[in-house]
Nanobody
């Protein structure tokens, strides 16, 4: 069965940094592009960052471009999201998934940025 386990969230002050991790299992990880999503209060889920299966290319939402970096380690079935210069508007529940998405989704990891 597919499992996606996000971790690394927490409470940080504006301008701070966090590194999120996603541990994946139950599928051929290296065959799939991976994506970080987030859902902020009163907002729809949005794509934050994506990385191709071999890690050669990545893409980001305009709102996080230049501040966040997605990476992956296929030998460890791990995806990471380095989040720098955090802003209060980054506050959200962060999820990882593959493209196409698997179900069930993980629990997500909460990121809260105080002003």
């Amino acid at each position: 069965q597919v499992q996606l386990v996000e971790s690394g969230g927490g409470l940080v002050q504006a301008g701070g940094s966090l590194r999120l991790s996603c541990a994946a299992s139950g599928f051929t990880f290296s065959s799939y592009d991976m994506i970080w999503y987030r859902r902020a209060p009163r907002k729809e889920r949005e794509l934050v960052a994506a990385i191709t299966s071999a890690g050669h290319m990545s893409n980001y939402a305009e709102s996080v471009k230049g501040r966040f970096t997605i990476s992956r380690d296929n030998a460890k079935n791990m995806v990471y999201l380095q989040m720098n210069s955090l802003k209060p508007e980054d506050t959200a529940l962060y999820y990882c998934n593959a493209l196409p998405s698997f179900s069930p989704w993980g629990q997500g990891t909460q990121v809260t940025v105080s002003s």
